[in-house]
């Protein structure tokens, strides 16, 4: 069975023909060059080592695979599935056999992804159209007061609340307030502080000493756990809801056997959707409009498709979303140089040879690279670090070859919130573009960081409110009509 931190010693017969950087140490292994803060990231300078490396850190050795041919290869379903392992593992404490950390086996993945599947078709996705909209109302009005107050926009702090008020009231009509509160959300801190947990047990061979991190840890899943119990009793007493994740996870029976998923399975599922929805997407924004900031002539294309397919109509349709097609291509692009899910870790089901030249066992398993994988020059071009939407020209796509863009995973196992996450993106996206002009805050520098996903640390952007043509208002609320927090579990957390 899977084992989390297992070596590749164990699993790679012939590991000792894959390249390792140089200057290794005993014990230690390849930590120099590793960074704790970047741990994923710091392992894309070996690429020049080839598409297949290793590192050690500490006792452990870890295979590393990013070229087209090997992805393609190890994204074979008959022979590869998702393992949990490093990070995921370390999820385990919160997630359990929900959808994101469950083994394969498990039999909780099959039954909750064939209830859940149908809350991401698209009749259920346009009943999440006005709450998303209603959601980027509340930051484009904290957007105009920092706008009149002068100063920058903290991009990445305005997008983690606007993706979590989004999931949250989308999946399970939850209204966390986040953009009037003056000081961070505690279930938002309680869910920096356990996924940045998991990343550091992921980075530490000595877990054991941090005591007073696996206290807080736990008290911050319990405070996560709290606050899913109170919204499951609010649904249940108000009897049921419109038809959101919530309500398919309490209600809904498996179409074909009619089991239904446990009160304890119903916890961690929430808690899997509000982690895995709203940090990979904030990210996915954030990076799209610092690239949107320093290219404008990128988002001059981009704007002048919103105001074309959007015309003046007040709220944009559902329907409307999908047919911004440049803004499409701009979102892909974003996910091709920061895929904010960076890694997709692959395990052999059966003996096997990675491209018929890597012996593996059953069991074995290997980290797929997504940001060297969307930057081989050999599918992407001599300039894979340039920000080209073109690159998704229909043509483009055509001409690649298959499994060279993954940034929502692979097989079974990928996102299955993938249109959730790309209307969300296009949407708020075409919503700025047609209310702002975005300019580079002179004195930033993109600099990714890692919390499980990629985030561009500490973005700032500045903006204009644009004057022609006149963008149309929807019901942004005055300042003095805020209330204290909008939510109803916890109205007065903060
Ligand atoms: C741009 C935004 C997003 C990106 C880049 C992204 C990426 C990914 C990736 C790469 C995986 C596969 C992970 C693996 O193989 O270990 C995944 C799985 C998953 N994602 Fe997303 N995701 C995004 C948004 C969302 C949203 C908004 C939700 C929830 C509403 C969500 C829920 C999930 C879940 C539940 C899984 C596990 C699926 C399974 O194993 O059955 N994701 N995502």
Known sequence: MPDGGRSAE?????????????????????????????????????AGLGPIFRCKVFRKEFVFVWGAELAA???DETRFGKHIGLGIASLRAVGGDALFTAYDHEPNWR???????????????????????????????????????????????????????????????????????????PFVTAMIGTLTYAQYLNSTPFPGLAKGAARRNEADIAYLNRTVDDIVRARRDAGGGNGDLLDRMLDTPHPETGERLSAENVRRQILTFLAAGYDT???????????????????????????????????????????LRYVRKVVDETLRLWPTAP??????????????EHPMRRGAWALLLTPLLHRDPGVWGADAER????????????????????PFGTGARACIARQFALHEAMLVLGLLLRRYELRPDPGYRLSVAERMTLIPEGLRIRLDRRQTPPVPTRTTVPDEDMPESRCPVHPTDG
């Not at 997709?344 to 059966?350: S, T």
């Not at 939407?389 to 060279?404: I, N, Q, S």
Request: hydrophobic share 40%; aromatic share 8%; proline share 7%.
């Open 10 to 46: 164990l699993g790679w017969p012939e590991l000792r023909r894959i390249p390792h950087p140089p200057y290794r140490i005993p014990v230690l292994g390849d930590i120099l060059g590793a960074s704790q803060r970047t741990p994923l990231l710091s392992t894309m300078k070996y």
């Open 73 to 75: 290869d190890i994204a």
């Open 111 to 185: 039954l909750a992804h064939d209830v859940l599947t149908p809350g991401f078709s698209r009749e259920a996705m346009a009943v999440y159209h006005p709450m998303m909209l209603d959601a980027t109302d509340r930051l484009t009005a904290h957007w105009d007061r920092e706008l009149a107050a002068g100063g920058p926009v903290d991009v990445l702090g305005d997008m983690t609340k606007l993706t979590l008020e989004i999931i949250a009231r989308t999946g399970f009509g939850h209204d966390f307030g986040l953009f009037e509160l003056d000081r961070p959300h």
């Open 281 to 323: 997407t904030s990210g996915t924004l954030s990076f799209a409009l610092h690239y949107l900031s320093a290219n404008p002539e990128i988002a001059a294309r981009a704007r002048e498709e919103v105001d074309r397919v959007w015309g003046d109509t007040a709220v944009p349709a559902y329907d409307q979303v999908a047919k």
């Open 343 to 356: 890694v997709l870790m692959r395990e052999a089901r059966q003996d096997t040879a990675l491209c018929g």
């Open 387 to 406: 920000f080209d939407p073109g690159r998704f020209d229909a043509a483009a796509v055509r001409a690649r070859p298959a499994h060279t863009y993954k």
